[in-house]
């Protein structure tokens, strides 16, 4: 069935007090994508985020991201008052997300919003807290503990904590209780919301599309939890980390730093773990993209330590099995395989058995080289086509930055004989897109604002001016939703 949608992430909504979140502006965003005949949201990681506050880079793979917790419904719940909601965003902007200053005063708030509460009298909070058991305890601890140490990574506490030894276990856990209530207050309050959130884009007929990242952060509730799981020596201190090889775009590769799994380990428990996850991820959306999907067949292991990607190896990863494995458990998945880049025919081959559509994305069709396989007369059906992904430029600046002979190729392939402005080159490699082969069409919605770099969401392997990107209210124009509606429709798109 040929649908489409749109790429936003959460954080960058219109919302109030300085960052996107659940309240009434992602709902009016959902009816908006009503009003404009798409099917699907997709956005990025939900969970909390760490150092340079990728979404990438979580302190848990479980965990909902708390700055995306309405503040508006704590205001209605009379946890907190809406002039300390004012006082504590009067720092911040509508058009970009000041992180710094909502660390420094979102957390007060929902502090406040906590200690109001009485939350622990509630049976639909202990409810809550029983039902997640498996990771809540440990992630509301782990943080609690990371707060006591002023944000120091878990790596650098004292053995007997970051070990997990019993005594200093149940040390924390009573020093530290009300901490440790107050992060699954957190959490409590984000699964309510997205709940309700969720449920209100399924009725109206949008599913949403939401992304997994192949590995957890180093510094995570995962790996403090389950090091048995990664590749961590007798210390518990990593082995190796994630990362890329040289290659055309970079001399020394690129060093992610994410840790290892311990596939072995892994398979002998029966996936158990990557089967909770993956039915977290089950219950939070409707459709999950798994990023870089290559590493699971092969992945690049680089010696922990290393300043640089260039001295790693290639490692089997665990293969269809895995994926077996979840399907099992979990029944028929609803996968988008992230299979970007450099690809070798294993990968291929597993992409194939797997079922699950790849990736396609228009930015990279035109080399004047060769042939690229993200022209479109190369898809087939069982893909998702994007003009660029939250990692890309936005098309705007794209035409601007790409070869005088790349332009050539794409202005033939386009059959125009010359260029007539930069807007209205987006909207056709949007038309490009949706009249393409792929069962799905997914646009970000700052190529349908025809917005340039300062909206693009992310460069990879860089730090700063990263995830800060926010639609000023105002910006998705009843007269924009038409435009997008009448040519979804065109190209046999429109939602029902």
Not at 229 to 251: I, N, R
Not at 257 to 270: C, Q, R, S, T, V
Not at 384 to 399: K, R
């Amino acid at each position: 069935m040929r649908r489409s949608g749109i790429l936003l992430p959460v954080a960058s909504l219109p919302s109030r007090y300085g960052i996107g979140c659940f309240d009434e502006s992602a709902y009016e965003f959902v009816d908006a994508l009503v009003q404009a005949g798409q099917a699907y949201w997709q956005i990025l990681p939900m969970g909390p985020t760490g150092y340079g506050d990728s979404p990438y880079q979580s302190f848990s793979t479980f965990a909902g991201n708390p700055y995306f917790i309405s503040l508006s419904e704590l205001v209605k719940k009379g946890y907190i008052r809406e002039d300390e909601c004012e006082e504590a965003a009067a720092e911040t902007r509508e058009d970009y997300v000041r992180y710094e200053d909502i660390y420094k005063n979102r957390f007060t708030l929902l502090r406040k919003a906590f200690d109001r509460s009485s939350i622990e009298t509630e049976p639909d909070f202990n409810t809550f807290i029983q039902e997640n058991s498996d990771w809540l305890p440990d992630y509301a601890l782990f943080m609690a503990i990371k707060d006591s140490k002023g944000g120091q990574s878990y790596l650098e506490w004292e053995e007997d904590i970051r070990l997990r030894k019993a005594a200093a276990m149940v040390y924390y856990k009573n020093k530290l209780i009300d901490d440790v209530n107050f992060y699954q207050f957190l959490q409590y309050e984000f699964a309510c919301q997205w709940k309700k959130l969720k449920s209100y884009a399924n009725e109206k007929g949008v599913q949403i599309i939401g992304d997994i990242p192949i590995y957890v952060a180093l510094d995570s509730a995962d790996t403090w939890a389950h090091p048995e799981l990664f590749q961590f020596d007798e210390k518990g201190m990593p082995v190796g980390v994630a990362g890329c090889p040289p290659d055309a775009f970079s001399e020394t590769g690129q060093l992610w730093g994410n840790p290892l799994y311990n596939w072995e380990a892994h398979k002998k428990d029966g996936y158990s773990w990557w089967t909770a996850r993956m039915k977290n991820c089950c219950q939070w959306y409707d459709m999950v993209r798994i990023d870089h999907f290559r590493g699971f067949d092969e992945y690049y292991a680089i010696p922990y330590g290393d300043p640089t990607a260039e001295f790693g190896k290639w490692e089997a990863g665990p293969g269809m099995g895995l994926f077996q494995t979840l399907e099992k458990e979990l029944g028929e998945l609803n996968i988008i395989a992230e299979d970007l880049g450099f690809l070798t025919d294993s990968v291929r081959d597993m992409l194939k058995e797997s079922g699950f559509p790849g990736m396609k994305v228009l930015q990279f069709a035109f080399d004047s080289r060769e042939d690229s396989d993200y022209l479109p007369y190369r898809y087939d059906k069982n893909s998702v086509v994007y003009t660029g992904t939250h990692d890309n430029a936005t098309t705007f600046s794209w035409w601007q930055e790409l070869k005088p002979e790349d332009k050539n190729v794409a202005l033939r392939y386009m059959n125009r004989g010359r260029f007539t402005g930069r807007k209205k080159l987006t909207w056709e490699l949007i038309c490009l897109a949706m009249a393409s082969v792929s069962d799905l069409c997914v646009i970000p919605m700052q190529d349908y604002l025809c917005l340039p770099n300062t909206a693009r969401i992310n460069t990879p392997s860089t730090l700063g001016y990263n995830w800060q990107w926010r639609m000023k209210k105002g910006s998705f124009t009843d007269k924009l939703q038409t435009r997008i509606r009448t040519m979804t429709k065109l190209y046999g798109r429109l939602a029902d």
